[in-house]
Structures are given as structure tokens and as C-alpha cells.
């Protein structure tokens, strides 16, 4: 049986590599390869490209494991265990050139859903900024060589991060929400990359995230990262566009956050 700290290892020596590779890409320029949900929605030939990397290292490293990618679909494994991967999470800000983006890659168990599975290990590599998130269910989240904590107070109010998601008809219902949190708010952060959302809210840079309509492989490891950080996270029923809703913070905010958004 392997340890969550060998999947942790394996996904971040394939996180900084695929990381490298998305980062070539990009300065190399970025052609947009077709859009997806909505018009908006776009996928990158690098995002395809960066995706069959990860995939064929990990078809290498752990033939037995199932794979659920954002652009290359799914396989059922024998082992028990799935890879969720996210090659480009922020495809919109690597398109636009902004450094917010990072490769998300996670070992899950039990279910392909992420309000059911186990998280079992995860990294985010964020390329331009040279960081690497980490976490193994029960040995922590860190960042380099430093344990991470998600904040325990915002005596000034909650530096919160959300995102709108692609499709327009659901923007209204999304600001609704948004101003029924801004009394708990300093400020808001829209990062473009759910993955960096969730690895700020461990590493304390956000006191709270919280978006709809996020796909599993935007909040697979970043989840993790969270909850190994001392946070709290939920993953909530669809709404009628089919949306889940992710919340995640430290365990009291937590509590008033899911209360203004959920009711
Ligand atoms: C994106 C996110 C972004 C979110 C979008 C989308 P992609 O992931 O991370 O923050 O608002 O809904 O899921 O498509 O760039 O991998």
C-alpha cells in the first residue's frame, strides 16, 4: 500500500514538471485550441499538451490508478485510487498572460465526487510565482519547508476570494450571493485559478474562497491543502444549473460564511 506521502512526492515531481512545460508555453505564445462550456470557457493547446504529459507519467509511475483530467476525460483504474487534474487551472489568465495560473494534480479515493471522495494527497504549482503547495492527508500542507495555517481572526474583516463563473445567465444569482458576504468582507479577490484560491486560503494570503459551478479537478488538491491547513471546507448540493457550491475558511468564519451564502 502506498503512503500518502509517496502520492504527495509523485504529484509534485509531475506538477513542477508539467509546470515547467505550461510556463515554455506560454512564452512561447498561447494559442487558444477551442472554447467549451460557453464561449468564454476556452481551452489552450498547451493546456491539451501539458494534460498528455502529466497523464503519460502517471500511466508510468502508477499503471493500476484511474485518471479523471480536465481535457483528456476519464479512465477507471484496478487500484482504487484516481488521479483528478487540473493541467492549467486560470487557463483565462495563462491566455491573457497573467501569472495566475498553476497545474493542479490529486490522488483521491472512495468516489469521483468530490463531495464524497477522500483526498489522499495533492500539489499546485504555480510556475511563475516558483511556489509548490503540498499536502498528505494527516502530515499537513507546507509550502517549501514552512507548515501552513489557515487565519483564525480578521479583526478587520475577511479578505475573501470567489470567482463568476463562464456562462452569463448565472452571474445575477452569483452577485446576489456576493453581496449577501460583503458584511463579512475587508475586500474581495477574484484570482482566476480556484486551485491558487484554495492554496491562499491555506497558506493564510486569503481568510476565505468560496465559488459556484466548480468542476472537481479545480478543487481537488487545493481542498486538501485547506483542510490540512487546520480549515474547514464544504462541497454543497447543485443548484438548478447544476453548480455545486465550495466554500472554504477557517473553522469559525467558516461557520458565518456558509450561514450568509446557504442560509
Ligand atoms: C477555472 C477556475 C476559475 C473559475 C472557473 C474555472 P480553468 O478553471 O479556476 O477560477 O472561476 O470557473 O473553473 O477552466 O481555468 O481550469
Same mark, same amino acid.
Given at each position: 500500500m502506498t503512503s500518502p506521502l509517496e502520492l504527495q512526492d509523485l504529484a509534485v515531481e509531475i506538477a513542477t514538471e508539467a509546470g515547467e512545460l505550461a510556463r515554455r508555453r506560454r512564452t512561447e505564445g498561447v494559442a487558444i485550441a477551442a472554447s467549451k462550456s460557453?464561449? &468564454? *470557457?476556452i481551452v489552450t493547446e498547451a493546456d491539451r499538451e501539458v494534460e498528455a504529459l502529466i497523464r503519460s507519467r502517471l500511466a508510468v509511475a502508477r499503471p493500476d490508478d484511474g485518471f479523471l483530467g480536465e481535457e483528456s476525460g476519464d479512465a477507471e483504474g484496478t487500484s482504487g485510487i484516481t488521479w483528478v487534474v487540473d /493541467?492549467?487551472?486560470g487557463t483565462v489568465n495563462y491566455a491573457f498572460g497573467m501569472p495566475s495560473y498553476a497545474v493542479s494534480i490529486a490522488a483521491v479515493t472512495g468516489s469521483r465526487n468530490p463531495g464524497e471522495w477522500r483526498a489522499l494527497a495533492g500539489a499546485v504549482r504555480a510556475p511563475s510565482f516558483g511556489e509548490t503547495f503540498r499536502a498528505a492527508t494527516g502530515e499537513g500542507a507546507w509550502l517549501d519547508d514552512r507548515r501552513l495555517s489557515v487565519t483564525t481572526? &480578521? /479583526? &478587520?474583516?475577511a479578505l475573501i476570494g470567489t470567482g463568476l463563473g463562464? *456562462? /452569463?445567465?448565472t452571474h445575477a444569482g452569483d452577485l446576489e450571493t456576493l453581496s449577501r458576504v460583503m458584511p463579512l468582507a475587508r475586500d474581495i479577490r477574484r484570482i482566476g485559478a480556484a486551485s491558487l484560491d484554495l492554496a491562499f486560503v491555506a497558506a493564510g494570503r486569503l481568510d476565505a474562497y468560496f465559488e459556484r459551478g466548480l468542476q472537481p479537478w479545480d478543487i481537488a488538491a487545493g481542498r486538501l491543502l485547506v483542510d490540512e491547513a487546520g480549515g474547514r471546507s464544504g462541497w454543497f448540493e447543485p443548484d438548478e444549473f447544476g453548480r455545486s457550491m465550495a466554500i472554504v475558511a477557517g473553522p469559525e468564519l467558516y461557520e458565518r460564511l456558509r450561514e450568509r451564502i446557504l442560509g
Open positions: 460557453t464561449l &468564454a *470557457d /493541467p492549467i487551472d481572526d &480578521a /479583526p &478587520a474583516g463562464y *456562462d /452569463p445567465r
